[in-house]
């Protein structure tokens, strides 16, 4: 069985390995899709070491083989990859922040103990039973690889500081800004605003609910400038990933706004702290998410709150999987959402 790996800057391996087993604990899942990560094209771009574990964390598929103390799952299950639920055990959950478990936050990054020696860009994972969670029945494969994602931005709106009516700005409109975009509207915001310098991701925005789609600059601060009266937007949520874009955030937000990050920049970011002290900016982060919170999010897209199918673009076999990847870190890309199947 091959799968394929980001071993160096713009490497792509094919990578043998044995069919896996499960552990006693564990569970063998056939991938049907894995989504293409922002954090997959880092990798790609920078070169730096990547964990083979998470170098394809967006899967879907079917448990083909399930360990002996496994009681809660069966082979035919469709299920989503997830996180591992909270143990109950760490010094975390004893001091009741369940929702900061180190077990929980050990699966999300990788390094727990069932760890895989690779990711979902492969036919089969073997990983532990936590780690997955069953695939509502109204959702399609196609809109089950994308749920990982979906969840990020998900937790994200969750816990940021969000009211009902806010005026609120998304910065990015790949496929974790667009996601962003629609729970910002879900959640009640009053007007959405996304900045996106692609025409093609900006018409996707309107498609999916934005109220506007502008491009980065002089257009983003005359639109934010006119609707909050000079003020500046509520809140803003920063989905880019870039260095320089941490800053823009909070020079978009209100005196006693907030901006919440969700997009992962490499390298250290140039930030003004002088502004960020008059401002009395609120700053809220997110990494990764609950377990809990899949099954929440699941049951809106099934129910069409929040739409998935539009932000797939294309799905390349793990032949054209590097070429694809290529593609998405070249800056021009009109992709949105790229799929793999590592069956065909």
């Known amino acids: 069985m091959h799968a394929a790996l980001i071993t160096g800057t713009e490497t792509v391996e094919l990578v043998d390995f044995p069919d896996p087993t499960p552990a006693p604990t564990g569970v063998v899942v056939d991938i049907a899709f894995c989504g293409i990560c922002g954090t997959d094209i880092h990798a790609y771009q920078s070169g730096r070491p990547y964990n083979p574990a998470i170098c394809g964390h967006e899967w879907s598929g079917t448990l083909s083989a399930v360990g002996g103390e496994v009681t809660n799952l069966s082979e035919g299950d469709r299920v989503v990859v997830a996180v591992a639920p909270s143990c109950g055990q760490c010094t975390a959950c004893r001091r009741g922040q369940a929702d900061r478990c180190q077990v929980s936050f050990m699966s999300a990054v990788g390094r727990d103990e069932l760890a895989p020696p690779h990711g979902g860009f492969a036919p089969r994972v073997a990983v532990a039973a936590g780690r997955v969670v069953r695939t509502d029945s109204g959702l399609t494969d196609l809109q089950a690889a994308q749920v990982e994602p979906i969840t ?26 667009l996601a962003t975009m629609q729970w910002v509207r ?40 006119e609707l909050t009266h000079g003020l500046g937007a509520d809140i803003v949520y920063e989905c ?41 900016i609120a700053v809220t982060s ?13 049951g809106m897209i099934a129910d069409g709150r929040v739409r998935v199918e539009p932000l797939h673009t294309s799905t390349v076999g793990l032949s054209g999987f590097e070429a694809a990847l290529a593609d998405l870190a070249s800056g021009t890309s009109e992709q949105v959402k790229v799929l793999v199947d590592p069956n065909a």
């Open 152 to 177: 990020v931005a998900f937790h994200a709106v969750r816990t940021s500081a969000l009211r009902l009516g806010d005026i609120a700005v998304i910065q990015g409109g790949g496929p974790i800004g």
């Open 186 to 225: 879900a959640a009640g915001a009053g007007r959405v605003i996304v900045i996106e310098p692609s025409p093609q991701r900006r018409e996707l925005a309107l498609v999916l609910g934005a109220h506007h789609a502008v491009t980065p600059g002089e257009e983003a601060d005359a639109l934010i400038a």
């Open 240 to 280: 880019v990933g870039r260095p320089f874009a941490v800053q823009s955030a909070v020079d978009l937000a209100r005196r006693g706004g907030s901006m919440c990050l969700i997009g992962l920049a490499e390298g250290d970011a140039p930030i003004s702290p002088g502004t960020w002290l008059v401002k009395e």
């Open 286 to 298: 997110s990494l990764a998410y609950l377990h809990e919170e899949f099954e929440m999010a699941m």
